[in-house]
């Protein structure tokens, strides 16, 4: 069974430093690989989606990196803001159509 | 529209009422999930739509439970003699599903629905 882990579970960083989130698979037959944030009392929003094919994704400040036989992902975030602070989730689907999600980090950047 | 809606935004029943919660998915979208988030939790899987064929009802927590997707759009959970424990905001989302040049299985989720059993 797959299983993703993110770790810190919580992070804490001044404005403007770079940062890097971690998701761990243990299972590398992934179709693709989801990174979301979540605010408090909302739903979940898109970032990022790696295919399998795929090694990484860019979008603005943010970057996700996708390494199978490692069984990582990272989501790379430059240049942090306070309206960062969310919590950040990964969220990998199998070939056979199945959804694992991570377990989240809470990120906090500190103004 | 342009995204997933979610109504109502928030309910607040009594113990033992039964409640329905909507999702209208993004036009096009033919697969549907439903996940439940209990607070402070991670999300569980309750239910899954695709085209026309059965759904994947292995997440639901209980015969109080059950779901419809109505001409392959909107759905309607639907949770009888509602329990305390059944708080929780519970999240939609929806996907063009897989293969051809939409289909990236990429999910998009609405706001949820923060069902609140007293």
Redesign the interface.
Known sequence: KQEVTQIPAALSVPEGENLVLNCSFTDSAI??L?W?RQDP??????LL?I?SSQREQTSGRLNASLDKSSGRSTLYIAASQPGDSATY?C?L?NTG?Q?Y?G??TSLTVIP | GAG?S?SPSNKVTEKGKDVELRCDPISGHTAL?WYRQSLGQ??E?LIYF?GNSAPDKSGLPSDRFSAERTGGSVSTLTIQRTQQEDSA?Y?C?SSPG?GGFRG?????????S?LTVL
């Open positions: 179709y693709n989801q979301f009392g909302k739903g979940l929003t898109s989606l295919q989730l969220l689907s159509n959804f999600f377990t989240g | 997933v979610q999930y991670g999300l899987f695709q905001v999240l989302a897989r990236t299985g990429e999910l998009f989720f609405g706001e949820g923060r």
